[in-house]
T-cell receptor, first 110, second 115 residues
Framework: GNSVTQMEGPVTLSEEAFLTINCTYT??????LFWYVQYPGEGLQLLLK?????DKGSNKGFEATYRKETTSFHLEKGSVQVSDSAVYFC?????????FGEGTQLTVNP | DSGVTQTPKHLITATGQRVTLRCSPR?????VYWYQQSLDQGLQFLIQ???????AKGNILERFSAQQFPDLHSELNLSSLELGDSALYFC??????????????FGEGSRLTVL
């Protein structure tokens, strides 16, 4: 079945550092890919998405490119802020549902 | 605020008991999803309803059941509770039954603790 593998956390960075969170997937067909973010004490919210190969999703300075050849959708941000501290989930569509990765905890220190 | 409302926010109960979690989707959304988030299992899809009908089933135990009512709110019933059922239960909603270009809107979750 479809599945998502994320890099293990937790990840701790200093403010203004470069962020990469790796995500690879296994899927049949052509799924849409998503990054969701969960801030402390809140539900998940969509951060960005890409619906076909080579699409780049972007939002709030975060970017991810749908790479079919490497089955990857890595999340990047050039300069993280303390307010980016959260858990990040990579996800893909599996029929009518979303299948999520394990989540990566990011902590950004001032 | 996602527009998805879940109650209760916290619930503490004993093994063997039964609880009901409630979810009101965003206005206009016809699909409701239930997910379980635990430390060892991550986010697991339980079940989806679309306009009152069961649409998809995931890793939902037989002790668990759900339904979606005509006003589109949904309830997740958990019975014969075990310690391992302790988790955060999320409800999410979307406009359509499929998700290829859409997104899920999540509530803040109901934290269940089974003692």
């Amino acid at each position: 079945g479809n599945s998502v593998t994320q890099m293990e956390g937790p990840v701790t960075l200093s403010e203004e550092a470069f962020l990469t969170i790796n995500c690879t997937y296994t899927a049949t067909g052509y799924p849409s890919l998503f990054w969701y973010v969960q801030y402390p004490g809140e539900g998940l919210q969509l951060l960005l998405k890409a619906t076909k190969a080579d699409d780049k999703g972007s939002n709030k300075g975060f970017e991810a490119t749908y790479r079919k050849e490497t089955t990857s959708f890595h999340l990047e941000k050039g300069s993280v802020q303390v307010s980016d501290s959260a858990v990040y989930f990579c996800a893909l569509t599996s029929g009518s549902r979303l299948t999520f990765g394990e989540g990566t905890q990011l902590t950004v220190n001032p | 605020d996602s527009g998805v409302t879940q109650t209760p926010k916290h619930l503490i109960t004993a093994t063997g008991q039964r609880v009901t979690l409630r979810c009101s989707p965003r206005s206009g959304d016809l699909s409701v999803y239930w997910y379980q988030q635990s430390l060892d299992q991550g986010l697991q899809f339980l079940i989806q309803y679309y306009n009152g009908e069961e649409r998809a089933k995931g890793n939902i135990l037989e002790r668990f059941s759900a339904q979606q009512f005509p006003d589109l709110h949904s309830e997740l019933n958990l019975s014969s509770l075990e310690l391992g059922d302790s988790a955060l239960y999320f409800c999410a909603s979307s406009v359509t039954a499929g998700l290829n270009t859409g997104e899920l809107f999540f509530g803040e979750g109901s934290r269940l603790t089974v003692l």
